[in-house]
């Protein structure tokens, strides 16, 4: 998920002290649509999905280079200057200690947005009414969940955490990853009659990035988005972008 590194890495301390910062990527257009933001990346995903292009901040553990003073210390000269934080991953909803973070960051005036896989529906559901925006990854049919990110059970986290999103009414943007390897057609349709189910009226496909993804197979292996098929998902969510 999430933009390339330049990075920020944040280790949860094991108290609830706040996150500890290893890098930051200072500006940025593209992680929190229409607003400047700096991306705060967080170490650790507990998923394993074939086109994850973060790979080295799928470990719980890595390596720390900057305080969370520091990076606060940053921020509040960035007044005026940005609109936003965007926390990014690895998954960040695995850090109880992140409400702290996006609470002290909202002091400071910026708007607060997450990037995340909904993994965790708990930690999510109290982030909620702190954030501005949220950029959620619906990965494949619920039921096919492991098949993606090797985690049993984790389709249903995952509904969970977006039925709570939408109840909600939180500015978001959920989007799926597309390589004809991992999803074929019938697999994009439940999709779409699923979140229809669920109340989603805009999807956006995002095609396959090879950038930083370390599965050779997939790298190598042709993908498409058909035009027809994505008639076909309009039946279900009206409001589909490709990108
Ligand atoms: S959820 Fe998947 S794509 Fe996102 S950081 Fe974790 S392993 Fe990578």
């Known amino acids: 998920m999430g933009a390339a590194l330049h990075r920020l890495i944040i280790i949860d301390n094991k108290s609830m002290s706040l996150p500890t910062v290893a890098g930051l990527s200072k500006f940025s257009t593209v992680d929190y649509p229409g607003y ?12 394993r999905c074939r086109y ?22 940053w921020l509040t000269t960035r007044k005026g200057l940005l609109d936003a934080v965007t926390f ?13 973070a996006i609470k002290q960051v909202k002091a400071l005036g910026f708007n607060v947005a997450l990037h995340t896989s ?23 049919p619920f039921a096919r969940y492991p098949d993606i990110t090797r985690i049993p059970g984790s389709g249903g ?23 004809n390897t991992i999803l074929n057609g019938a697999d994009l349709v439940l999709m779409a009659q699923e979140l229809r189910m669920i109340g989603v009226s805009r999807w956006v496909l995002q095609r396959f990035n090879k950038a930083g993804c370390a599965d050779l197979e997939l790298i190598a292996s042709p993908t498409t988005i058909d035009g027809d098929l994505v008639a076909r998902l309009r039946a279900y969510v009206p409001n589909i972008l490709v990108r």
């Not at 909904?118 to 619906?138: E, M, Q, R, T």
């Not at 986290?157 to 390589?179: A, D, G």
């Open 36 to 47: 400047l933001c700096a991306v705060i990346y967080t170490q650790g995903c507990p998923c």
């Open 88 to 100: 990014c991953g690895g998954e960040p909803t695995v850090h109880k200690s992140l409400l702290l």
């Open 157 to 179: 986290k995952v509904k969970e955490s977006l039925e709570r999103m939408l109840s909600r009414n939180v500015s978001c943007e959920i989007r799926t990853t597309i390589h």
């Open 52 to 73: 994850c292009h973060n790979t080295s901040l799928q470990p719980g553990q890595g390596s720390s280079v900057m305080s969370w003073s520091t990076i606060m210390g």
């Open 118 to 140: 909904g993994l965790y529906p708990h930690n999510f559901a109290n982030l909620l009414p702190h954030l501005d925006w949220v950029g959620f990854d619906v990965k494949a």
